[in-house]
């Protein structure tokens, strides 16, 4: 079975699991809202750490529904443009399977803020830093396939390869923010959302794209312009680093989030970060 | 010499392609074939990336200076909710899922997903949110301020004290996308466990389902 196949229906196992827990989870909602019931409102008796279970019990696992359609991106990609089959096909497959089994019991991380008992955090620790083994493991096949290989850098290689880049930025904040006390220290900052968007958009949308490019040609019976993609690939590299790195020195001074003002300390880093936004916000239509 | 022609086992149900190959008018359809529902929904998950991206932009132009000066802070508030939920359930699922759409039944040499009907419902749900998301903006109250994540403290206050609200818009869309993608989740789920090419079955799957 080809490997894209194999993520996505490991991703899709996922969706089948997880998604009634948050449509249970709205529906719940929709009740305190209407009529007046009270799962969640504190004052009439309700639980609003509950909704959280609810929440994350799913959220977190649709990251791993984002990235592992991606990661088969990855490993369909980087054989082709780099003339090797892919290394530790069977690996491969099977962490994207021990990513769904774990996938399931490291939700709580995302509260480690919310009043969840220390044994519970220490349990969540572990198992969300357990996560990093499937994904390294992957991430070693990939450069293993790539060392030594013909590398033609057509767009769609150049989009993968800045996913990969990005992808292991994420990676390695995501290990910090795994860490009780480093993300006690960073809660509810922009540093999580520099996190989030370096995984979200550095590695799924750059992934996207590339699987795009890669299969145009395929999709559309036609040829992309190499110079145009390649000027799109930039544009996107460089705008989105300069938007998203800045939000991590930016959480560790503590700036939170969600915020419309802010203190004048933090403006400088918000400069870059819009300029950047701006950047490639303005280039991003669909070049192809 | 013998006039050959091969003739299928059994008639397909509908054809795959009806009309000339760039109709363009069965992508605004509800066609069943799978290589025209991904592209419907990569189509329709790039508006809403760029929708989403608008609310993007809209953020960081307030964040460009310290004070809050270009929009308002319900406005604000309002944006980074629905950036969050567009890109999510309206860009990043709609795509892949018309990825997976496009590539799985080709790459398993499958002829179309096990279940065709359900996959075109299930991407037609997505406008449908989608729409009941943005009519949000018409609600008293605007839209849903509580984050993307909408934590009960916040998301149950209903200040504008309606029935219809731009909370309870999001809930909506919110639970419609789960239900869209759990079709099409049972539908690659069954197409990729039952529908491979015979050759596929015992060579390279075998460590997880045994002698399938």
């Known amino acids: 079975m080809p490997i894209f196949v194999w993520t996505v229906l490991s991703a899709q196992i996922i969706q089948l699991f997880g998604l009634p827990a948050l449509t249970a989870g709205a529906v719940m909602l929709l009740f305190d809202l209407t009529l007046g019931t009270s799962f969640f409102d504190p004052f009439k008796g309700g639980d609003p750490i509950l909704f959280q279970h609810f929440f994350w019990f799913y959220s977190h696992p649709a990251v791993y529904v984002i990235i592992l359609p991606i990661f088969g991106i990855f490993s369909e990609l ?15 497959a099977i962490s994207s399977i021990v990513i769904v089994i774990l996938s399931a019991v490291v939700w709580v991380h995302h509260m480690f803020a919310s009043g969840t008992p220390g044994w519970m955090r220490m349990l969540f620790m572990f198992s969300t830093m357990l996560i990093a083994v499937p994904t390294g493991v992957k991430v070693f096949a990939w450069v293993a396939t790539i060392w030594g290989g013909k590398l033609r850098l057509t767009t769609a290689m150049l989009f993968a390869l800045g996913g990969l880049v990005m992808f292991v930025f994420a990676g390695i904040t995501g290990i910090m923010l795994a860490a009780v006390p480093i993300d006690i220290h960073v ?7 520099g996190h989030f968007h370096y995984v979200i958009y550095g590695a799924t949308v750059m992934g996207v794209y590339a699987a795009l490019y890669h299969w145009f040609p395929k999709i559309t019976g036609r040829m992309y312009y190499e110079g145009l993609g390649k000027l799109h690939f930039v544009l996107t590299f460089v705008g989105t680093n300069l938007n998203f790195f800045p939000m991590h020195p930016l959480g560790l001074q503590g700036m939170p989030r969600r915020v419309a003002s802010y203190d004048p300390e933090f403006a400088f880093w918000n400069v870059i970060a819009s300029l950047g936004a701006f950047c490639w916000g303005f280039r991003r239509c669909p070049s192809s | 010499m013998a006039n050959l022609s ?17 109709n363009w008018k069965r992508f605004f359809s509800f066609s069943t074939d799978h290589k025209v529902i991904g592209i419907q929904y990569i189509t329709l998950a790039f508006f809403f990336f760029l929708v989403g991206g608008l609310f993007a932009m809209i953020i960081r132009g307030e964040l460009i200076t310290p004070e809050a ?3 308002d802070r319900t406005v604000y508030n309002a944006m980074f909710t629905l950036h969050g939920t567009v890109m ?26 096990a279940f065709p009907r359900l996959n075109a419902i299930a991407f037609w749900m997505v406008p449908v949110f989608g729409v009941v998301l943005m009519a949000s903006f018409l609600a008293p109250g605007g839209p849903s301020q509580a984050g993307w994540w909408a934590y009960p403290p916040t998301s149950i206050q209903n200040p504008s004290g309606q029935l219809i609200n731009g909370q309870t818009l999001w809930i909506l869309a919110v639970a419609l996308s789960g239900i869209s993608s759990i079709m099409g989740a049972v539908n690659i789920v069954t197409t990729i466990v039952k529908m491979r090419a015979p050759g596929m079955a015992g060579s390279k799957c075998r460590f997880l389902f045994g002698r399938c």
């Open chain 2, 6 to 22: 091969v003739q299928p086992l059994t008639p397909p149900l509908e054809q795959p392609f009806p009309g000339a190959p760039d």
């Open chain 1, 187 to 193: 809660n509810n900052t922009y540093f999580v959302v």
């Open chain 2, 69 to 71: 000066d270009l929009v």
């Open chain 2, 88 to 113: 999510l359930f309206l860009w990043t699922f709609p795509v892949l899922a018309g990825l997976s759409n496009y590539l799985v039944p080709l790459m398993i040499g499958a002829r179309d997903m």
């Open chain 1, 78 to 92: 980087f054989p082709v443009y780099a003339r090797k089959p892919l290394f530790g096909y069977k690996v491969v």
